[in-house]
């Protein structure tokens, strides 16, 4: 007679299968590790990238022409990245210290907004003599959009109320106010939606050879920012509340007027931005300056891991991508929805690899 089963044992025969997948969180992560992750992300997103634009028509032998000899060895095309670089590592570095202690600032581009409103604001009213009009400009931008993200912080440490909501309606705020002004009492002459131009005096000039002086200033910011997050009390304090806010104020970290103060700074940084775009690319306040540069910052942020210095790394890169990509459009007609595509890949890549980093795939038996 055969053998009566045991209840919910498997058929005689059955097969147990191949196994399941599980992850692992590492215990540690070493830093070859990290390098090796994201440069083998980096090139999978690359590789992925170009053959997707020789699908779309680009030659593959011109590829490398493009993106490397024609972008950054050609000095026109070399200080159209510089000029793209300095705002895009503005708004990392912005985005970087305000996720540092989990504020997730998702209001840039009103920031940027309120910053290139306040430069504005001075070149219109021409206060000051001229020689010092483009330090006022920088310094009311700067208090601008400091005082356009205190609205969120202040709501998030009193109120309790959600950041990633009031960032982002709040740059519905800002938007309309700027059109409510180039629409209105600050619209030019010729009847366009934009401010009169600014002087001379009031553009950001060439402080280095072929490369403008809004690179210089982001650079200056981000190697301030590196001072502060590594050497300072407050950089450690920053460590605590990013590892857990609710342990570092037990320890006695002031928590919230650091967050407070923080926040302050990312949107101080997030209209230097502004400011820069208005004074060295626009030449004037307009309706669309600030467009796509939030979630530029965002990208650049996380991608940089919150670092100050990577986020100026990563800033070049992405201007160096954005100057490849307008060069792909008009010699190739690729269209911008392509351009885009690159850039998500990459991210998508990167983002996978920082997963991978900090897990591990382990198949059980």
Same mark, same amino acid.
């Given at each position: 007679?055969?053998?009566?089963?045991?209840?919910?044992?498997?058929?005689?025969?059955?097969?147990?299968?191949?196994?399941?997948?599980?992850?692992?969180?590492?215990?540690?992560?070493?830093?070859?590790?990290?390098?090796?992750?994201?440069?083998?992300?980096?090139?999978?997103?690359?590789?992925?990238?170009?053959?997707?634009?020789?699908?779309?028509?680009?030659?593959?032998?011109?590829?490398?022409?493009?993106?490397?000899?024609?972008?950054?060895?050609?000095?026109?095309? =070399?200080?159209?990245?510089?000029?793209?670089? !300095?705002?895009?590592? /503005? @708004?990392?570095?912005? *985005? +970087?210290? %305000?996720?540092? #202690?989990?504020?997730?600032?998702?209001?840039?581009?009103?920031?940027?907004?309120?910053?290139?409103?306040?430069?504005?604001?001075?070149?219109?009213?021409?206060?000051?003599?001229?020689?010092?009009?483009?330090?006022?400009?920088?310094?009311?931008?700067?208090?601008?959009?400091?005082?356009?993200?205190?609205?969120?912080?202040?709501?998030?440490?009193?109120?309790?109320?959600?950041?990633?909501?009031?960032?982002?309606?709040?740059?519905?705020?800002?938007?309309?106010?700027?059109?409510?002004?180039?629409?209105?009492?600050?619209?030019?002459?010729?009847?366009?939606?934009?401010?009169?131009?600014?002087?001379?005096?009031? =553009?950001?000039?060439?402080?280095?050879?072929? !490369?403008?002086?809004? /690179? @210089?200033?982001?650079? *200056? +910011?981000? %190697?301030?920012? #590196?001072?502060?997050?590594?050497?300072?009390?407050?950089?450690?304090?920053?460590?605590?509340?990013?590892?857990?806010?609710?342990?570092?104020?037990?320890?006695?970290?002031?928590?919230?007027?650091?967050?407070?103060?923080?926040?302050?700074?990312?949107?101080?940084?997030?209209?230097?931005?502004?400011?820069?775009?208005?004074?060295?690319?626009?030449?004037?306040?307009?309706?669309?300056?600030?467009?796509?540069?939030?979630?530029?910052?965002?990208?650049?942020?996380?991608?940089?891991?919150?670092?100050?210095?990577?986020?100026?790394?990563?800033?070049?890169?992405?201007?160096?991508?954005?100057?490849?990509?307008?060069? =792909?459009?008009?010699?190739?007609?690729?269209?911008?929805?392509?351009?885009?595509?690159?850039?998500?890949?990459?991210?998508?890549?990167?983002?996978?690899?920082?997963?991978?980093?900090?897990?591990?795939?382990?198949?059980?038996?």
């Amino acid at each position: 007679m055969a053998e009566a089963s045991s209840p919910g044992a498997p058929p005689a025969g059955a097969s147990r299968g191949f196994g399941r997948l599980t992850i692992e969180v590492r215990r540690s992560v070493s830093p070859q590790l990290r390098i090796g992750a994201l440069a083998g992300a980096i090139a999978i997103g690359l590789t992925i990238s170009a053959i997707a634009l020789v699908l779309a028509g680009v030659p593959a032998s011109d590829l490398a022409q493009e993106f490397i000899v024609a972008t950054l060895f050609d000095p026109t095309n =070399l200080k159209a990245v510089f000029v793209q670089a !300095a705002p895009l590592v /503005l @708004v990392g570095l912005s *985005a +970087a210290m %305000a996720f540092r #202690v989990r504020f997730w600032n998702l209001g840039i581009e009103g920031q940027m907004i309120f910053g290139g409103v306040g430069a504005t604001a001075v070149s219109l009213a021409h206060a000051g003599p001229d020689s010092t009009r483009l330090v006022a400009m920088f310094v009311a931008a700067m208090l601008a959009g400091a005082a356009w993200a205190a609205i969120p912080a202040a709501l998030k440490l009193l109120m309790n109320v959600n950041e990633i909501i009031s960032t982002l309606l709040l740059n519905y705020v800002a938007s309309d106010i700027l059109l409510h002004l180039l629409y209105g009492v600050w619209k030019d002459q010729d009847g366009f939606p934009h401010s009169l131009k600014y002087s001379a005096s009031e =553009l950001i000039p060439d402080i280095l050879p072929g !490369a403008n002086g809004g /690179l @210089v200033i982001a650079a *200056a +910011a981000a %190697a301030l920012l #590196v001072v502060v997050t590594a050497r300072s009390r407050a950089g450690v304090y920053m460590r605590f509340v990013s590892a857990s806010p609710s342990v570092a104020e037990a320890l006695g970290v002031p928590v919230r007027p650091l967050v407070f103060s923080t926040v302050l700074l990312s949107g101080a940084l997030a209209a230097v931005a502004g400011f820069v775009v208005a004074s060295s690319q626009e030449g004037r306040l307009t309706q669309s300056f600030y467009q796509g540069y939030g979630v530029s910052g965002v990208l650049i942020g996380f991608l940089a891991r919150n670092n100050p210095f990577a986020a100026a790394i990563v800033g070049v890169l992405m201007a160096t991508l954005v100057i490849a990509g307008q060069n =792909l459009q008009v010699f190739y007609g690729i269209p911008q929805s392509m351009v885009q595509l690159i850039q998500a890949v990459i991210v998508m890549c990167v983002a996978a690899s920082d997963f991978l980093t900090v897990h591990r795939l382990h198949w059980a038996r």
